[in-house]
């Protein structure tokens, strides 16, 4: 037998799991959603059991989710223009923390909405004086949330890193 030559390193591949990470699929945030309506449907009864009367769903609450929505949406913009249009890099603490906030505000948003849905689907058919704004309150909340997954999204993505152009 001769001796063979030592084996060449291989080159590095973009794969998942070793320096690169991969978006967040819709998987995650459908059963974070699925898990929220559960969760929004049950705290009605839950709720008139332990307190005595179910909770009203105030303005507020739709409102902060807007409002976070329209900071992340702000970010996402910033945070686009800086790293897409002018090509600047950002240091990667602050990168880290923009893509771990978009990506937990887009689990939130999508359990949050899904809260939000259950308590309304829990109120629909009941004769309580004030299912209807419950109903229409929890729905607005809701869309609160499902805003703000989109908008974690927007942010994530645009933390992604341009690939370098071949053809300057």
């Known amino acids: 037998m001769r001796d063979l030559p030592p084996p060449e390193p291989e080159e590095p591949e973009d794969r998942p799991g ?6 967040i699929g819709p998987g995650p945030l ?3 959603g699925m898990l929220g309506m559960v969760l929004g449907w049950i705290w009605h009864p839950l709720a008139e059991w332990i307190l005595g009367s179910a909770p ?3 303005w507020l609450q739709a409102a902060v989710l807007f409002f976070v929505a329209a900071f992340l949406g702000a970010l996402a913009w910033a945070t686009h223009r800086t790293v897409q249009v002018r ?3 950002l ?3 602050q990168a880290l ?3 771990v906030l978009a990506r937990a505000c887009a689990l939130v948003g999508a359990l949050v909405a899904g809260v939000y849905v259950g308590y309304a689907v829990s109120w629909l058919g ?3 004086e004030l299912a209807g704004q419950r109903i229409w ?3 607005l909340a809701a869309a609160g949330g499902v805003v703000t997954v989109v908008s974690g999204k927007l942010l994530e993505r645009a933390c992604r890193v341009p690939k370098t152009d071949p053809h300057p």
């Open 56 to 58: 009203l769903v105030g």
């Open 137 to 139: 309150r929890s729905l």
């Open 87 to 89: 090509r600047e890099r």
């Open 30 to 32: 459908v059963v974070a």
């Open 126 to 128: 009941s004769p309580a």
């Open 91 to 93: 240091a990667a603490q």
């Open 97 to 99: 923390n923009r893509l």
């Open 18 to 23: 070793e320096g690169h990470l991969e978006p």
